[in-house]
Antibody
Framework: EMQLVQSGAEVKKPGESLKISCKGS????????IGWVRQMPGKGLEWMGI????????RYSPSFQGQVTISADKSISTAYLQWSSLKASDTAMYYCARHSLSGYAYWGQGTLVIVSS | QSALTQPASVSGSPGQSITISCTGT?????????VSWYQQHPGKGPKLMIY???YRPSGVSNRFSGSKSGNTASLTISGLQAEDEADYYC??????????FGGGTKLTVL
């Protein structure tokens, strides 16, 4: 069974760094792009970017370029989303999903990130 | 890349049909047949309901259908049921090789 399992909720302070993860199983992790999607409280879905785990090639939404870093470790079938200096406005639910031009059929359960002083 | 435009809310009575529109540009919806629709219930993750404009994934009710004309895609739900009450999002591939979502539509079943 194909699964994406994300790391648990995080509570951080402004200025702190953070790296959340998304582990794939049940399929060839290196053969599919992984995408990240943000959902701020009470708001809609926002596409952040994607990574191809086999060679770590990335593509970012202009809105998120330079704000976050997407990476992957194919040896452990895991993709990451990281921040070097969190802001209160980064408070949101973050989803990973198996990227496809046709649509996102497989999603992680989401990681809630709360940034508060 | 600006978000695709969806109505903030739609409503319908059980058994009725509703249609949610999703308007983009020739750089996204109008340029590719890669439009998808997602259903999201409160506190839950998104679920793919339609892909490639009009195809349903296995397990999705045939009450859900999708179409596209020019720069506008549509999701139609027929025979509305209480369980259909949720937020719905459209999405499209874009010409900068990314993805863009719509702002979301809240469906209320009266």
């Amino acid at each position: 069974e194909m699964q994406l399992v994300q790391s648990g909720a995080e509570v951080k302070k402004p200025g702190e760094s953070l790296k959340i993860s998304c582990k794939g199983s049940g399929y060839n992790f290196t053969s599919y792009w992984i995408g990240w999607v943000r959902q701020m409280p009470g708001k809609g879905l926002e596409w952040m970017g994607i990574i191809y785990p086999d060679d770590s090639h990335t593509r970012y939404s202009p809105s998120f370029q330079g704000q976050v870093t997407i990476s992957a470790d194919k040896s452990i079938s895991t993709a990451y989303l990281q921040w070097s200096s969190l802001k209160a406005s980064d408070t949101a639910m973050y989803y990973c999903a198996r990227h496809s031009l046709s649509g996102y059929a497989y999603w992680g359960q989401g990681t809630l990130v709360i940034v508060s002083s | 890349q600006s978000a695709l435009t969806q109505p903030a809310s739609v409503s319908g009575s059980p058994g009725q049909s509703i249609t949610i529109s999703c308007t983009g540009t020739s750089s996204d919806i109008g340029g590719y047949d890669y439009v998808s629709w997602y259903q999201q219930h409160p506190g839950k993750g998104p679920k793919l309901m339609i892909y490639d404009v009009s195809y349903r994934p296995s397990g999705v009710s045939n009450r859900f259908s999708g179409s596209k004309s020019g720069n506008t895609a549509s999701l139609t739900i027929s025979g509305l049921q209480a369980e259909d009450e949720a937020d719905y999002y459209c999405s499209s591939y874009t010409n900068n090789r990314g993805v863009v979502f719509g702002g979301g539509t809240k469906l209320t079943v009266l």
